[in-house]
Structure formats: structure tokens, C-alpha cells
């Protein structure tokens, strides 16, 4: 800012430089997704990269996005770069993507496979894969300045790795997630089993994407002024009231529960009619594979069919019994595998029920061949019994029970903080980087009681190269068939204890998929004792792991 000792300095001019760099914040402000997490302890976390979603084009010479495409086999090439994206038939916005479209491109490899991803980075800041659900080697889980180096504009990096366990995965960035996943870069990645249960199967991504940016905030606070971008939204599209921090130094601090500017919900990058029909044939055996890389939970409906939850987070349940007409909800991170039969021709729709604006836009028609047009009419307002795994399916001994003798025990209560000026999400009252780690030995049992202490939010913690089983919810064991999982979602006082082994030596992060909760604290590590990472920091790179 301009500042004059003179004493002639004329008022006209001080008033023109007020009134210009007004106009200037105040523009830039209003075009921008603010992303500063001001409750975290690392540095330069407020600079932030420009907004994707937006229906205004700030380059116009752009690519326009293209269908995803399918990449069989075992060696690939990942490419990320900028596009225009078209979602529906109003809303364009400008994406970053892998390989040019929204998902990336879906990559199917076979179980057992050794699997090498080349990945280019021709974005204009610095990017990394993570292998959701994939127990990767350490050094392959793309995780800025924990495993490797972000990948910066212009270099590459090469990935690889066994894929040894068949299931539905994903892959996305993992540096400033909150922000570059918000913007497209994301894809599905299937591992198939050498013996398929199915005829046919579809990968659907789930995600939200806001239509008009200038409309609230980007966290969805009434009066942020910190710029904070913390999600506030329920997790479960319940509750969109505010509530009074109660206590402490934030008492009387009204925040607003409200993810209202997520307005377009999209189903593989596409929303309402321009979502891509689902073919089936008659007598064919389906399977669907939902993958949720929002920050909601949506609550999918199949209409017209029984069905069954054959896998959750890629893992197979054990004698999935046939269901109808109950919501199957699905947290951010989450993967949900459902079976039917196609035995009821005509056009049925599958869809997500829920009150947000964007829920009727997440919705596409189960289309047989040769059928013209059907009777069946949404209804994403109806109440209907939601999907729980507790009881689920047949009982059977997992390699985990809930008694047994550990190695290694932690509870770690999660919860919503008021710390400084800010808001934070916590694990055991403190943030990332200065969480208590899980520290464990190769070999180690290891039992997790995780608890959500948060008055409203929810949060589903993913856990990085590693399974667990999950034992007990609200203090009663599972079951029906043995869960085993890498993201578990706690909605407000749920508790659930989950246990895994020690098997993949490394540093593994533990943390909220919300990724605007792991940004503002809810990140937690599973270390292995001895174990030296195999890279070197470069101060050069701007590695923003959360």
C-alpha cells in the first residue's frame, strides 16, 4: 500500500487508493474458493490455488474434457492437466483432471499384477497420486513430504506396485487434496478377481461440485472471516441448522451447519440427464461399484430389483443376503459393491434420496436393451430403512475378535474445536502435525477404538496401506459377516473399534476423509518402529500432505 510522510498529500488521492484496493479485495474475494486452514501449524497452508469450480472460464483457450476412458492392462500413462468441463447442460467448469477427463481415466488391472502408472504433472502447481484402498508399498502412497516429493509442473514420477488385492479403489491427489480433488483429479481404479461373480459391472464416482461460487463462501460459514475452509455441512444430510459452540473461548460463536454451495451432485462427472445410462440385458448379473470422493454422504437407491451388498471398501462380505428399497449410504472415501440381477425389464432409476438442492441430479436410469421408455418416477424425498453392515450377511469367524490379546491399543476421540481464532478438528484434543501417533512394531495386533465426540460432524476416517476389521458399533459386536474396511464413517457419538496387523512396514497416515476436517487437524499416523523413509525432502517443493 502506498503510504506519504508529506504533509501536501491530497485528500482526493487518499481516497482514490482506498476506493481502488477496496474494489481489488473485495473482486478478488468474491471470485476466489478460499482454502486457508488457519488451524494448521504448517506453513504457507493459506496459499491457496485458483478456483475449478466456477461457470466462468477464466481461459478460454482451454481443452474441453473427454469421455473417460478404460485402461486395461498393466503399464499406464497418467497425465495431469487442465480442462473445461461440462457437467450438465448449464453448468460448465473449468477442471483439473487426469488424462482430460472427469473421473480420470478407470484403470482395470487384473489380481496379482505388477502395475507401473507413469505420471506427468502439466498442471501449474505441484500434484501427487495416492492408491486409495491399495496396500501399496510405503513409498508408493503419494503422500507429500511423508513418502515422496510432490510431483512439480513439468516432471514426472513413476509408480509401482503388486496388485494383490482384488476390489473397488480409487486414485487421487494427495497434495492439497481439499482443494485439487475439489477440482477433478480423481479416477476409479478396479482390481479384478480372477473369478468374477458377475456378467457385467460399472464403476459410478460419486461428487459434488458448486454451480456459482460467488453465492456463499467457500466453507459455507455465515460469518467467516478467518478464512477457514472447514466443511460445516452435515455429513448425512440431515441437519442444516447452526449451533452454539458451547464453553470455552469459543462460546457464543454461531457457525452454520450448511454445504448449500455444493449445489450439483455428479455421477461419474455428470449430473441429471446428462448422466450416462446404465445398460443391462435381461438375465445378466450386474454389479455396481460406488465410489464416494465428495465430502457427503450419499444415500443411493436401486429401484425395481432386489439386490445385495456384496463388498464394502473392495471386500467381499460373506453370503450377502438379497435386500429391496433400502438406502445404501456411502461415506467420503467409501466404496460400496452392489449386485442384481437384471430381471425386471424396462428403465428404473438409481438414485440418491436426500433434501439438498443437488440431490435430484445424482440419478441414472437402469436402461435394458431394446426397452424405449419405462413407468418408473423418482422419489428421492421417500423415507426408506437405511443399509447396516452390523447384521449383515452370514456369520463367521474373522481374523480379529473383539477380546482378544493386542499388541497395541488406542482410542482416539474425535472431536470439533474452537483453538486460537479458528476452528480445528481434533484426535485426542490436538492437530496434525502434532497428533499422537500409533506407534507399532512389524508383526503387531492392533486395536483402534475410534470415538466422535463432535456435536455435529461427521467424520470417516480412512486408514493409509492397511485394512481392518471392524469389531463392534455403539459397544456391540458385529454379526453377521466378518467387515473388513479402510474408511469407516462415525457419524455424531457413534463409536466403533476396529483392529488391524502391522504387516506393511512404513508411515501411514490415519485421517478424516472430509478432507476439510484433515486439513484443519483430524490427521493421525501409524508409524512402524525403525522404519526410515527411503526420500529426501526437497525445501523446493511446497508439500501439503493434508
Known sequence: MFISNKGG????????FI???????????????????????HEKMNEEEPSSKDTSSKQTNLIKTTKTKTLKGNEFTIVAKEATHKINGKTKVTAWTFNGSVPGSEIRVKE???????????????????????????EMDGIPGVTQNAVKPGE??????????????????????????????????????????????????????????????????????DGMDHNMG?????????????????????????????????????SGDAVAPIQVKKGERVRLR??????????????????????????????????????????????????????????????????????????????YDGVEKGNDKPNDQQNLPNFDFVNYGKNKLGEFTLHQKYDVEYTMDLNTQMMGNGMVFTIN???????????????????????????????????????????????KPISGSPIVKDTINLKPGEEYVVAFKADNPGNWLFHCHDLHHATAGMVNMVKYDGYKTKFKVDPNTENKPE
Open 9 to 16: 498529500f491530497n485528500l482526493k488521492i487518499k481516497w482514490f
Open 19 to 41: 476506493l481502488f484496493f477496496a474494489v481489488f479485495l473485495l473482486a478478488a474475494c468474491s471470485s476466489e474458493k478460499n482454502h486457508d486452514m488457519s488451524g494448521m501449524n
Open 112 to 138: 496379482g499384477e505388477k502395475v507401473t502408472i507413469h505420471f506427468k504433472n502439466e498442471l501449474p502447481a505441484p500434484v501427487s497420486i495416492h492408491w486409495h484402498g491399495i496396500p501399496v508399498p510405503n
Open 156 to 225: 514426472t514420477f513413476t509408480y509401482e506396485f503388486i496388485a494383490s488385492v482384488p476390489g473397488t479403489y480409487m486414485y487421487h491427489s494427495h497434495q492439497d487434496g481439499v482443494n485439487q480433488i475439489d477440482k477433478g483429479l480423481y479416477g476409479a481404479f478396479i482390481v479384478e478377481p480372477k473369478e468374477k461373480t458377475y456378467d457385467k459391472d460399472y464403476a459410478l464416482v460419486l461428487d459434488e461440485w458448486m454451480s456459482n461460487p460467488v453465492a456463499t463462501d467457500s466453507n459455507g460459514m455465515m460469518d467467516n472471516k
Open 234 to 270: 452435515d455429513m448425512h444430510h440431515e441437519d442444516k441448522e447452526t449451533e452454539e459452540m458451547p464453553g470455552g473461548h469459543g462460546s457464543g460463536m454461531t457457525m452454520a451447519h450448511d454445504m448449500s454451495m455444493y449445489d450439483t451432485f455428479t455421477i461419474n462427472g455428470k
Open 290 to 367: 460406488f465410489i464416494n470422493i465428495g465430502y457427503l454422504s450419499h444415500k443411493i437407491h436401486l429401484h425395481g430389483h432386489t439386490f445385495q451388498v456384496v463388498a464394502v471398501d473392495g471386500q467381499e462380505l460373506s453370503a450377502p443376503k438379497e435386500i429391496k428399497d433400502q438406502l445404501v449410504s456411502i461415506a467420503p472415501g467409501e466404496r460400496y459393491d452392489i449386485e442384481f440381477v437384471a430381471n425386471n425389464p424396462g428403465q428404473w432409476y438409481l438414485e440418491c434420496h436426500g433434501d439438498l438442492e443437488g440431490t435430484p441430479g445424482m440419478k441414472a436410469l437402469i436402461q
Open 429 to 475: 484434543g490436538k492437530t496434525f502435525p502434532d497428533t499422537d501417533n500409533i506407534n507399532v512394531k512389524t508383526g503387531d495386533l492392533v486395536k483402534v477404538r475410534l470415538v466422535n465426540n463432535s456435536h455435529k460432524d461427521g467424520h470417516p476416517m480412512h486408514l493409509h496401506g492397511h485394512f481392518f476389521q471392524v469389531l463392534s458399533k455403539n459397544g
